[in-house]
């Protein structure tokens, strides 16, 4: 076997509050596409950064063509010829697509102010027409669909000309035919010898484009897969770590009388029909689609962040008027919200004050804080959630996802939900903490509570869910009981087919 | 807290200096008069400081100081305001809360950004204060005499002559109730609440609108307390001219006590301090003979100096974990 282009030996990493990597070694060889698969927060994101120099190790030794390198910065990453594609799109938008490829390294008539424009508008054809992206280079790129941005980023990183190309979840805002090209383009560079390692969720791009797997689990390597051992099921396995059946909990329900109805409801700027569902006392019901299915915005209308064009809602038979998150809390429904970090926590204020924060209200005397019933509710919450912190006065921000998606449940349940809708609880956070969660909703659930979890993991929605609410395209595409309830008949919804015979 | 610390250091530090500087220093009249300044800076410097925890800014601070000054100052010539001063106080009060609610409202309701809004307010309450007095100064003349006296004597607390401008004890007491008000109330946790992560705050329930608001109109309000007070020292306003760059002196003083632009830092302890470092840090340098005429870049140097110690301290920091 040829000399690996890159090997990386026992890497450590660790954040305030989290162990990131463990131990973590994998090599690629010229030519090859490794696959790194592995459940949000195993640490494959901060792996990638650490080759392409955004991150330094705090051990471990990495090779470059059989030699010991240090990846000091992004430049020094480039310079060995390892770019990094992001997850998050890096481009300039007020910039057309030619200024954003060349971004950094515009040729010039020698000063910094004569970028010969032209020039980058000619030399960005081919590389477009490499990925397949009809679109002129005099485009802004601000004006294209995100689909077409990401391939814009790829053709950056193509222009670039490394030797390991690093594909943070390339696929993520693209369409299928898209996709496809994607496709083709990597087979392309396999065969001009250049590596590729490639993120992604979607095992079934794994299985298609992956010469070989490696699995990450809570930071540390969990297994590797040749060619002929890459399935869906063997990726899961080692990804999860143990069968599915315990990691789900579910006592036996019986859903109660209606708590929410939502009648013809429809946001600001929706397109589709207007919506109707119900939730019932003591239920949790799934809600799958894809991303931008509209499923956020469904909740967030519902907890009055988002505009209202048309509907009602109903508590408990009667009608409430929601046209804010203040509004939507006094009528008992609560939101979880898709980003924790932007949308749920306070990330600079303690464990103690992120906890307290909606529940001020009832925490006062004469408008003035009552430190020790705060400290008692936090106190509370922390133990009966099993968060792991050092203490209620610790920065959230410093704590693993997981324990502050804890912080972000306890918020509400200090509050006695009604309502709980949860958007992705679970994304970003470790396999311990995902347990404790599920078995949180169940325990909820049985005292009555009507839960709604929005969720793109859908062996979560299969396992924990009483029944499924697909959306597709801003509309309910259809609803599926437990007895319906396959990964297949979901996906169906899901992408606007109609359910098998 | 490190920073907190950082700040009585070097307020200790300039205080010493100041120390031995020259006998003049020391007087107890050089004392009386720092603590006047103290007092008038600190009370504007609270009201920007509070807007900046919650992530605002206000540039119109010094032109609401104008205006009200010169709206003062002509109220207080009209015969039946000068009988009940009480009342031109409340109004001049009133009109300073009404210009925050103003900046406040465009600011939460109608999305314009914080810094245009109240840049164009810093034009528009100059050019008011000079339409409104015919561009001439509106001096009291000898008149207000008790307001003046009341406020403008030695204090007298108890029979004591405690020789304490009152400048500086209606600062005390407004920073008093602000310490409850920023650390031990509701209202102040929303407002830390809002200034480090507005979504998140808005998302647990709270009305951020509506608290936004209510720290404009704290801030001008302020100001509005500030205008009267140096119309009672300077006994006339200039509308042209009263009140300019106090902005920037309101917004430095917080900065240097710890307040962070980006919203959700900062406390009353640190507002008093910093204020206190931006008054007693010309005046050191004055007396080791370093000319007035450098005072503002004395104040820009140490303003800059501290917030690359600041800056190189957190990298430290955050590197040594």
């Not at chain 1, 392409?52 to 992004?74: F, L």
């Not at chain 1, 007020?94 to 910094?112: H, K, M, Q, S, Y």
């Not at chain 1, 203490?391 to 939900?417: M, Y």
Request: net charge positive; charged share 20%; with cysteine.
């Amino acid at each position: 076997m040829s000399t690996p282009i890159l090997e990386a030996n026992g890497i450590f990493k660790a954040f305030p509050g989290v162990q990131a990597l463990q131990d973590v070694s994998l090599s690629i060889h010229p030519g090859e596409v490794l696959a790194v698969v592995g459940e949000n927060g195993a640490g494959k994101s901060t792996l990638m950064k650490i080759f392409a120099g955004v991150y330094q190790t705090d051990a471990g030794q990495i090779r470059w063509q059989g030699r010991v390198v240090a990846i000091k910065s992004v430049q020094r990453a480039q310079k060995l010829g390892i770019v990094l594609i992001h997850q998050e799109l890096n481009l300039a938008d007020r910039l057309d697509v030619a200024g954003n490829i060349f971004l950094g390294r515009e040729p010039t008539w020698g000063g910094p102010l004569g970028i010969i424009r032209r020039k980058i508008w000619s030399e960005s054809v081919p590389i477009l027409h490499r990925i397949g992206l009809e679109v002129s280079p005099r485009t802004i790129v601000g004006d294209l669909p995100i689909g077409q941005q990401q391939m814009v980023e790829i053709a950056r990183a193509l222009s670039l000309k490394s030797n390991l190309l690093i594909m943070d979840e390339p696929t993520s805002s693209l369409t299928q035919r898209e996709t496809e090209r994607l496709y083709a383009v990597i087979r392309d560079l396999k065969k001009d010898g250049i590596s590729i390692l490639y993120i992604s969720h979607r095992l079934k791009e794994v299985e298609t484009v992956a010469d070989r797997v490696v699995v990450l689990r809570d930071g540390r390597n969990a297994g590797e897969l040749r060619k002929d051992e890459i399935r869906h099921e063997a990726m899961v396995r080692l990804m999860v770590g143990r069968e599915l059946k315990q990691f789900f909990q579910r006592s036996p329900r019986q859903p109660g009388k209606r708590v929410l109805d939502v009648h013809e409801l429809a946001w600001v700027g929706k397109s589709g029909g207007a919506i109707n569902f119900t939730l019932r006392a003591g239920e949790i019901v799934g809600m799958a689609g894809l991303v931008g299915a509209g499923r956020t915005e469904l909740a967030e209308t519902i907890f009055g962040v988002r505009k209202r064009a048309s509907g009602q809602i109903h508590v408990d038979g009667e009608r409430v008027r929601i046209q804010k998150p203040a509004e939507a809390i006094r009528a008992g429904i609560l939101l979880v919200p898709e980003d924790r970090r932007t949308q749920g926590l306070v990330l600079d204020a303690s464990v103690r004050d992120n906890l307290s924060l909606p529940s001020l209200e009832r925490l006062n005397r004469l408008r003035l804080v009552s430190r020790s019933r705060e400290r008692a509710l936090a106190q509370q919450q922390v133990d009966s959630l099993h968060v792991r912190t050092p203490g209620i006065g610790k920065t959230v921000g410093l704590l693993s996802g997981g324990n502050q998606q804890k912080i972000v449940l306890g918020k509400w349940l200090a509050r006695n939900p009604r309502v709980l809708i949860l958007d992705e609880p679970t994304r970003g956070v470790d396999v311990g903490a995902k347990t404790e969660i599920y078995a949180l909703m169940d325990k909820l659930s049985t005292d009555g509570v009507a839960i709604l979890m929005i969720s793109s993991d859908l062996e979560e929605i299969l396992g924990i869910s009483d029944r499924v609410l697909v959306m597709h395209e801003g509309r309910l595409a259809g609803e599926l009981t437990r007895d319906k309830l396959t990964e297949e008949n979901v996906m169906r919804l899901a992408t606007g087919g109609g359910l098998a015979r | 807290m490190k920073k907190f610390v950082g700040i009585v250091l070097f307020l200790l530090v300039v205080y010493g200096f100041l120390l031995v500087a020259d006998p003049g220093a020391r007087t107890l009249l050089n004392h009386f008069n720092l603590a006047r300044r103290i007092g008038l800076y600190g009370i504007i410097s609270l009201g920007a400081g509070m807007l900046i925890i919650t992530g605002g800014i206000d540039l119109s601070i010094g032109s609401v100081v104008g205006f009200c000054a010169t709206l003062f100052a002509m109220l207080l010539r009209v015969p039946f305001f000068e009988q009940a001063p009480i009342l031109a106080i409340l109004i001049v009060l009133l009109v300073g809360a009404w210009i925050g609610l103003a900046n406040g409202v465009l600011v939460t309701q109608v999305r314009v950004q914080a810094f245009v809004v109240t840049l164009c307010g810093l034009f528009i309450y100059r050019g008011a204060a000079r339409w409104l007095a015919g561009d001439s100064v509106k001096g009291l003349g000898n008149s207000c005499g008790p307001l003046k006296e009341a406020l403008y004597s030695s204090t007298t607390l108890l029979g004591i002559d405690i020789w304490a401008p009152r400048s500086l004890l209606i600062f005390l007491l407004l920073a008093a109730v602000a310490i409850v008000f920023l650390h031990f109330s509701v209202y102040g946790r929303y407002f830390y609440a809002i200034g480090s992560n507005e979504k998140a705050a808005s998302y647990s329930g709270i009305a951020t609108s509506r608290y936004k608001i209510l720290a404009y109109v704290l801030c001008s309000t302020m100001a509005a307390v500030y205008g009267m007070l140096l119309l009672m020292q300077e006994n006339s306003a200039q509308p042209s001219s009263t009140g300019s760059f106090l902005e920037l002196y309101a917004i430095a003083g917080a900065v240097l006590g710890g307040c962070s632009l980006r919203g959700g830092e900062g406390s009353v302890a640190g507002i008093v301090i910093g204020t206190s470092i931006l008054v007693l840090l010309p005046n050191m340098s004055n007396m080791w003979g370093i000319s007035s005429e450098l005072d503002f870049t004395v104040i820009g140097g140490a303003l800059l100096a501290g917030a690359i110690l600041d800056e190189v301290l957190r990298r430290f920091g955050a590197s040594a974990r």
